[in-house]
Antibody, heavy 120, light 111 residues
């Protein structure tokens, strides 16, 4: 059974760059059908897709965040990562990683999420 | 910026039927938007229920179904159970920008 687990700092200072990693177990990140996604949820609010990457390093980013987002993949570690620059309080959120099936067009499973707070 | 709109809240009695809808500011929702529906319970990550308009996962209860209705994506729950009380989010693909955009969510209360 595939599982995803986010890791990274829970607190980031304004203007800094957030770095998060998602470790995939129970499946190879090199599976051809999948893209590996980042999604966030502002506290008490809705969800926002950030972007995804496949094992070849092909990326798609949400147009509203594109200028600040970088997603990368490390197939040797079965991990993928998110970098979000110029963090502000508005980026405080729970960050989830999730698997996206590119043929069926579905997102599952998701990691448990990690809360990132932006504060000095 | 594309906005996807859902009913903020709905209330349904146990055993009843309820339909949640999902509209896009870009126009009528079609199958090309690959509508997805997620259920989220407090303190948990969202879980996929429906994908590509009307496809169910093996774990999706039979009482949940997806469709297109009047230019919107729709999620119908027939024979609502108390455990269906949750937040429900739709997700639409907007191919022009290759963006996936979530709706604001519907809080479903079973009362």
């Amino acid at each position: 059974q595939v599982q995803l687990q986010e890791s990274g700092p829970g607190l980031v200072k304004p203007s800094q760059t957030l770095s998060l990693t998602c470790t995939v177990s129970g499946d190879s990140i090199s599976s051809g059908y999948y893209y590996w996604s980042w999604i966030r949820q502002h506290p008490g609010k809705g969800l926002e897709w950030i972007g995804y990457i496949n094992y070849l390093g092909n990326t798609y980013y949400y147009s509203s965040l594109m200028s600040r987002v970088t997603i990368s993949v490390d197939t040797s570690k079965n991990q993928f990562s998110l970098k979000l620059s110029s963090m502000t309080a508005a980026d405080t959120a729970i960050y989830y990683c999730a698997r996206y099936h590119s043929s069926g067009r579905w997102f599952d499973p998701w990691g448990q999420g990690t809360l990132v707070t932006v504060s000095s | 910026q594309t906005v996807v709109t859902q009913e903020p809240s709905l209330t349904v009695s146990p055993g009843g039927t309820v339909t949640l809808t999902c509209a896009s500011s870009t126009g009528a929702v079609t199958s090309d938007y690959y509508p997805n529906w997620f259920q989220q319970k407090p303190g948990q990550a969202p879980r996929s229920l429906i994908y590509s308009t009307n496809n169910k996962h093996s774990w999706t209860p039979a009482r949940f179904s997806g469709s297109l209705l009047g230019g919107r994506a729709a999620l119908t729950v027939s024979g609502v159970q108390p455990e269906d009380e949750a937040d429900y989010y739709c997700l639409l693909y907007h191919g022009g920008a290759h963006d996936w955009v979530f709706g604001g969510g519907t809080k479903l209360t079973v009362l």
